[in-house]
């Protein structure tokens, strides 16, 4: 069956360091999205992506995030310089169509960051 | 603005028994409704979704879930608790307002053999 995957699974850094994360949609979707989950806390929405180009973003989603979908399989998320408060969990999600038609997004396994 | 609501950071229920997880949801347009289940050190799996079409929703491994507009609610439910339902379930909304899933906070669900 086909899944979103995620690298690493795990990442630790230190603060101000800049830190990539990966992520392989399924294949014949066209929509993608992060989201994060700090510890103990809720899923919240960081950003859409959909025609190589930001559909929507959270207010998380600031100045140091990027998202680019380098070749016609990953999707990244760039934090520029890194913050101890960007410490979560951080999933990656695709969905064929966009989800304003209530369609599904898959979830991969997720990428832990740990921000020293 | 759209919100979600999950009343009990915490349920505990006995193998066998029934489970019933609270969702309640703020939405100014039509909503769709969904239930993700996490089990631990893993992703987000989809256990079901509404979606305008019938009012009761089945979903895998037995679960279930009622969407009640007049009480803007979508109660998780199975009529026999297993050790393996233990996980967090999130309860999401979304709409055609915008290309995003918003999550309530979670319940975290114990099962007791």
Redesign the interface.
Known sequence: EPE?TQTPSHQVTQMGQEVILRCVPISNHL?F?W?RQILG?????LV?F?NNEI??K?EIFDDQFSVERPDGSNFTLKIRSTKLEDSAMY?C?SSEE?????N???????TRLTVL | AQSVTQLGSHVSVSEGALVLLRCNYSSSVPP?L?W?VQYPN?????LL????AATLVKGINGFEAEFKKSETSFHLTKPSAHMSDAAEY?C?V?????????????TSLSVIP
Do not use: H, M, N
Request: charged share 15%.
């Open positions: 979103v929509y999205y989201y806390q809720k899923v919240e929405f859409s959909y559909s929507e959270s999933f999600a966009g989800t304003g038609g209530g599904e997004q898959f979830f991969g396994p997720g | 769709y969904f993700y893993q992703g987000l799996q989809l979704k509404y979606t305008s999130f999401a979304s709409t055609t307002s915008y290309d995003k899933v918003i999550f309530g906070p979670g």
